[in-house]
């Protein structure tokens, strides 16, 4: 019997991480302060350890992991490469479709990768409390569990309508021994005037920023964590593409497509740039890998946004970072793949689109919950809807080839389950879920509040 | 780096199943009909397939496992051995502890293990649909899978009560294609009584049995399936037990002492039934393994119950069984590891037991989260609460250890993961669930009603 799941043995798990910024044509442009400058790392050191900031700046090509971080990431890593060979024979189609499986961190997606070591590198500058923002939860149970594993105590601002809309994430966090609030919450500043604006505001992402991001600043005990758009986090994403490459040897195959979704960036960057390592090189014997971002068609901030600097949080908090965006004051509609509800992306992802490196695509909502229950029905694995946007492109482009007759060679990232995400599919199948595509003119009049460099 | 984890490769799926009834001193007494007399397979054979019924009577010691049945394993078997290096040094015990993961199912517990196979045969007999109950939900989910893999229509009748509390194990019912309804329903007769007489019936296991086996019963086209307590089920779950042998190998060490919760049976005979064959060939290397069952004191068919014959449901529908029962008209009381709320025990699982070959521990609700907690802090995983009773028992000997200075190798059953459970994390974590013990004269009131065979 052919084996289908590709599985490394633990001394095979990356003993680095790599960083795209060694092999990018031109040098990524700087962060910006308030006052146009590019921003100097101590600017940064109120938020962030050393370690982290030198690994945001730094144009080394490897950064080793840390022991502590690998022997973490030994729970669940490393993670299967899976043949999904019962998918392509119910498309019917000569292409080969593999799919890297993120789910099976004890968080259930991708994110533990880098709130693993942020933890590590936190704990070891002393800092014994982390803040952070998260939307559907994702990101807050990641940094939930990795504070646990280095004994840091965590606080989530979880905007106000996922709060109450997905209790079972929020659980997840405490069982991991974190603090959750609602946000706009009374703990802050930010909070405290949100509410006094309007006392039932739902809040955003933007406003948990802006709360976890002031409780940091204004503690010396504290720091802060992202999850995503950094390029230390795309950085540490990175072991995910490195270990695919890993178990392709081991399968004696070799990716001409690799598909990832692309919200903030991470999980594109993750899988994505170490197989642009080998196109920066030439190709991987001389053959280069096509590598597609897929985005949501109602938050194209790469396909239908400007290429600018732009503020990270909605408040005008962050340094400004040179990306496409769709304006920082833009609001994504209320998609279910909440991961990917960002207004901008990667700077790293941004520039490498920019310079005609990567490709993208954007899907609509409906066409990627139809990917996902075809994968379900044919795999068992049931998806996270920001997954369903890499299956969406991927069973797309194998359709394609069928038409063609090519058998190509066909990689996505599944970044995680859908078990959280059960109420998506409710509303998919009784029919109340819709595409939804911004008119140009609002993401114009968004772009328009772009902050002003002159 | 050592390895925690120890993963065998897909050619290492076993290709047999391991049936302990080739291995018990006495025969197994057979299951009797209405009318006191053993039933013959031709009784049974309007609601399971010839294959099935094979296996339910078999003595043969290991039972070839279908290619196809293989094949779809092979969507994610062999499931991980995980040392619980992080838990260990949690206890301070110089006890080796080990896990055998089975939450790595797309259903996220070890019952697809049986749905596979199930259908596989039914679909073999020229079966289109199959009608089972769940309560929780583990078992339908995983029949919904199976049926999807070889394109059986699955009906799935779901305790009410559960029905309207857990909408997320419909939802994933629903993505596999199953159809789910609340029992009582109005599609049985059963289903049209219980409502006739209370309109606002809650739904128990023992009436969605009965709907169920009164659907299938009534048409050709149609089967039944049930999830564990018989024999053929208990035989298919022993892959696990089987792959964790092979594991236990690669790792150099072999257990002292296994743990497996127990309701029905089956996860328990999966995991122990393996190790038990050594047992009754005189040990591995000369060494026994203790074999622990474990129970909710709540519901504690095996250590307060009576070996009798005693039907399968509620309404006395199914054949009799000589097994450990607490009557089958006892209700047990509302906690929250609904999959271990069964009145009896397996049969082979009773037998054993029976004879002074395995043990028996119930441990109190309280004492399970709390174990799973730790666990989760430790370990990375949230435990399904099902499986918080083998962890609490495996601490409690791993502390024991630490008592008395022994270095035992203990290994648990880490059935399934509790992302369709978090609330009734949030239950314990509010201080809302509690202990609760039956008075012994409830549990003799309800023996009272066993059959009378005289």
Redesign the interface.
């Known amino acids: 019997?052919e084996?289908?799941?590709f599985?490394l043995?633990?001394?095979e798990?990356p003993g680095h991480w790599y960083n795209v910024a060694a092999d990018l044509p031109n040098p990524p442009p700087p962060p910006l302060g308030p006052d146009g400058k590019p921003v100097n790392p101590e600017q940064m050191g109120a938020i962030f350890p050393a370690a982290i900031l030198e690994q945001e700046m730094s144009s080394e090509r490897w950064i080793p992991i840390p022991?502590e971080v690998?022997?973490i990431y030994?729970?669940?890593r490393p993670s299967p490469l899976v043949r999904a060979a019962?998918l392509e024979a119910m498309l019917g189609t000569p292409a080969k479709i593999y799919y890297k499986y993120e789910g099976?961190?004890?968080?259930?997606s991708h994110k533990p990768n880098t709130a693993v070591p942020q933890a590590y590198y936190n704990r070891q500058a002393g800092i014994r409390r982390l803040t952070t923002e998260t939307g559907a939860g994702q990101w807050g149970c990641s940094l939930a569990?990795a504070g646990?594993?280095f004994g840091i105590d965590v606080r989530v601002y979880m905007v106000k309508v996922s709060y109450e809309q997905k209790?079972?994430r929020r659980?997840?966090m405490?069982?991991?021994?974190a603090e959750v609030f609602a946000s706009p919450s009374e703990m802050t500043q930010t909070g405290r005037d949100a509410l006094a604006r309007e006392p039932n505001h739902p809040g955003s992402l933007g406003l948990a920023i802006s709360e976890a991001v002031e409780e940091a600043a204004s503690r010396a005990d504290t720091n802060y964590a992202l999850g995503s758009v950094l390029n230390h986090v795309a950085l540490h994403q990175t072991i995910i593409g490195q270990e695919a490459k890993k178990q392709f040897e081991m399968a004696g195959d070799w990716p001409d497509a690799v598909f990832a979704p692309c919200g903030g960036g991470s999980s594109f960057a993750g899988m994505a740039f170490p197989f642009y390592a080998d196109n920066a090189a030439g190709g991987h014997k001389g053959k280069m890998v096509q590598l597609v971002a897929v985005e949501p068609s109602s938050c194209p901030s790469l396909t239908k946004g400007q290429y600018a600097y732009d503020f990270g949080d909605s408040s005008g908090f962050t340094p400004m970072m040179k990306m496409y965006t769709l304006g920082h004051n833009f609001t994504p509609p209320s998609i279910h793949a909440g991961g990917l509800r960002y207004h901008g992306a990667s700077p790293l992802v941004s520039q490498l689109y920019h310079e005609g490196l990567i490709e993208v695509v954007a899907v609509p909502q409906l066409a990627t919950f139809e990917a996902g229950?075809m994968f379900?029905?044919a795999?068992?694995?049931?998806p996270a809807p920001e997954s369903c946007h890499a299956i969406r492109a991927a069973i797309d482009e194998a359709l394609r080839c069928k038409q063609t007759g090519e058998a190509r060679t066909l990689l996505f990232n599944l970044t995680g389950h859908g078990?959280?995400d059960?109420?998506s599919?409710?509303r998919y199948?009784a029919g109340e879920l819709e595409d939804f595509e911004y008119p140009r003119e609002a993401i114009q009049e968004s772009l328009r509040h772009l902050p002003d460099l002159a």
């Open positions: 019997m084996s289908l799941r599985i043995p633990q001394s798990i022991q690998r022997e030994r729970l669940w019962r099976v961190s004890p968080a259930g569990l646990q594993m209790p079972y659980s997840m405490r069982a991991w021994g229950v379900a029905r795999e068992g694995v049931i078990h959280f059960m109420s599919y409710d199948f």
